[in-house]
């Protein structure tokens, strides 16, 4: 009688211990875990879906599609064995709004070359109050924006050049050399930029002096306003 007791005690025993064992394994939620990395799937389709780059260095330079010219002689297009500078920029943008400054200088120092701010990528649906802020920003930086400004109010531009060229930050400049062919994309403070302005312009397009050997205070030479 007693091993009847022992059996039953140990045949009841087995499936709690089992059930124990069982409480202490970690909840099967761990799968939904691996279900996090789902983003890298998503991500890959976005890459996928992302336009192919059609634009790059060698190619002819798309037209120019300007809205407005807020500063400057008007450019229609590129003209045979001129340079020409297209740098994509916004009021918004701080790296931008810094490099105003470096842009004035290489169109002092090389004046046959064409420099092209374009405001094609400004915030906000109202494209006149757009082109407001773009006039009242260059009017407020006067003579330290040395060089033509214009205006894309719906990016067709930018798309042109910007998105062909696979490039999605500003600034972003393109050169454009005698050919009417891109010399250069990026970023217009690499030294790339300036080495390849120097380059296709030449010694015949610089001014007499350097700018580093006026004296100190010298005011800077105003823009043409043509």
Same mark, same amino acid.
């Given at each position: 009688?007693?091993?009847?007791?022992?059996?039953?005690?140990?045949?009841?025993?087995?499936?709690?211990?089992?059930?124990?064992?069982?409480?202490?394994?970690?909840?099967?939620?761990?799968?939904?875990?691996?279900?996090?990395?789902?983003?890298?799937?998503?991500?890959?389709?976005?890459?996928?879906?992302?336009?192919?780059?059609?634009?790059?260095?060698?190619?002819?330079?798309?037209?120019?599609?300007?809205?407005? $010219?807020?500063?400057?002689?008007?450019?229609?297009?590129?003209?045979?064995?001129?340079?020409?500078?297209?740098?994509? $920029?916004?009021?918004?943008?701080?790296?931008?709004?810094?490099?105003?400054?470096?842009?004035?200088?290489?169109?002092?120092?090389?004046?046959?070359?064409?420099?092209?701010?374009?405001?094609?990528?400004?915030?906000?649906?109202?494209?006149?109050?757009?082109?407001?802020?773009?006039?009242?920003?260059?009017?407020?930086?006067?003579?330290?924006?040395?060089?033509?400004?214009?205006?894309?109010?719906?990016?067709?531009?930018?798309?042109? $050049?910007?998105?062909?060229?696979?490039?999605?930050?500003?600034?972003?400049?393109?050169?454009?050399?005698?050919?009417?062919?891109?010399?250069?994309?990026?970023?217009?403070?690499?030294?790339?930029?300036?080495?390849?302005?120097?380059?296709?312009?030449?010694?015949?397009?610089?001014?007499?002096?350097?700018?580093?050997?006026?004296?100190?205070?010298?005011?800077?030479?105003?823009?043409?306003?043509?």
């Amino acid at each position: 009688m007693k091993r009847v007791v022992v059996a039953s005690i140990l045949s009841l025993a087995f499936p709690v211990a089992a059930l124990a064992q069982n409480a202490t394994k970690p909840a099967e939620p761990s799968k939904p875990k691996q279900v996090q990395p789902a983003g890298k799937p998503d991500t890959k389709q976005k890459e996928a879906e992302k336009p192919a780059v059609t634009l790059k260095v060698g190619d002819k330079a798309p037209e120019l599609k300007i809205d407005a $010219w807020v500063k400057g002689e008007q450019i229609t297009g590129f003209e045979k064995g001129k340079v020409y500078v297209v740098e994509f $920029w916004a009021t918004w943008c701080g790296p931008c709004i810094k490099n105003i400054p470096h842009l004035t200088e290489l169109q002092k120092e090389y004046k046959d070359v064409a420099f092209i701010g374009v405001a094609a990528s400004e915030r906000g649906d109202d494209a006149k109050a757009k082109q407001d802020k773009v006039e009242k920003f260059v009017k407020e930086k006067g003579d330290e924006m040395g060089y033509r400004v214009a205006f894309d109010s719906d990016r067709e531009m930018s798309k042109d $050049w910007m998105q062909a060229a696979g490039q999605g930050g500003i600034p972003c400049a393109f050169i454009v050399d005698g050919e009417g062919k891109v010399a250069f994309i990026g970023h217009p403070a690499k030294d790339e930029f300036a080495a390849k302005i120097a380059e296709l312009a030449g010694g015949d397009t610089k001014k007499d002096k350097p700018h580093t050997e006026k004296p100190a205070g010298t005011k800077p030479e105003k823009p043409s306003k043509k």
